[in-house]
């Protein structure tokens, strides 16, 4: 078995019994293995080993490792910043993005996804901590934002992503997870459509799946520590 293989069985055992303590099926959770600056050959063993979707930061590196690795057929997730002279690359390649926080975004997304294919699966980050740093809209902006999204034709409204900031103790990091949680039922309530919290990851990542996450981010527990060296000349 190889550490990558032996690593994701770890994780995936950690979001089982994370479920089973809050009486949810595991099986509602989607892993997703956040590849950013490991090799595409990383990702290779990943999927040998039964992972399917894969997360990145950088919009060319992403690229770069979809088109090598094309034959796989895996899902692909956008989960960075994402500025608009790149939101094309994403548009093109990419079959979701988790980063969409501004209708001039969207707007572009939808106008650059290929007609060919499938609507670009969105989800809208909100900056539950309020973080000036951050990325993400209040959620006072949700409605607004979610309405316009919605009728974009080559966009397909998914849900809802968040990046909590880091807290120490299980009970803030589940008050913080429980706010995004019942935003997407609000969400639902207009949109039944919508069926994915994108919230979790190595540290909150319990607190995530007890308030309802359906999609945790995990990067350096598969793939172990990263280099950012080398991808100085791939950033965004």
């Known amino acids: ?3 990558i293989e032996h690593n994701l069985q770890q994780v995936r055992q ?5 479920a089973s303590q809050c009486g949810r099926d595991p099986q509602d959770i989607t892993l997703l293995a956040v590849s950013k600056t490991k090799p595409a050959s ?6 040998a080993a039964g992972q399917r979707c894969f997360g990145e930061n950088y919009v060319q590196e992403g ?21 608009s002279n790149k939101s094309r690359l994403v548009a093109e390649n990419f079959d979701w993005c988790h980063t969409v926080d501004r209708l001039r975004i ?3 997304l939808n106008e650059q996804r290929p007609d060919n294919a499938e609507p670009l699966n969105v989800l809208i980050q909100v900056n539950i901590s309020d973080e000036q740093r951050k990325s993400g809209i209040t959620l006072a902006e949700l409605p607004a934002l979610a309405q316009a999204v ?28 429980q706010q995004m949680a019942t935003a997407l039922k609000e969400l639902q309530s207009d949109y039944p459509e919508v069926d994915t919290l994108s919230l979790g990851m190595s540290d909150d990542m ?13 990067g350096t527990a598969i793939f172990g520590a990263r280099d950012y060296g080398s991808v100085a000349n791939h950033n965004n």
């Not at 990383?42 to 999927?47: G, L, M, P």
């Open 14 to 18: 950690r979001i089982s019994a994370a």
């Open 106 to 108: 969207a707007t572009r």
């Open 206 to 218: 319990d607190a995530a799946i007890a308030a309802g996450s359906t999609m945790v981010r995990i």
């Open 1 to 3: 078995m190889t550490s």
């Open 150 to 177: 919605a009728q974009l034709p080559r966009l397909r409204l998914r849900g809802l992503m968040a990046i909590p900031a880091p807290e120490a103790e299980y009970e803030r990091q589940l008050a913080v997870c």
């Open 63 to 83: 690229v770069d490792k979809i088109q090598l690795l094309a034959d796989l057929n895996l899902v692909w997730h956008f989960i960075g910043p994402l500025q």
């Open 42 to 47: 990383a990702v290779a063993e990943a999927a």
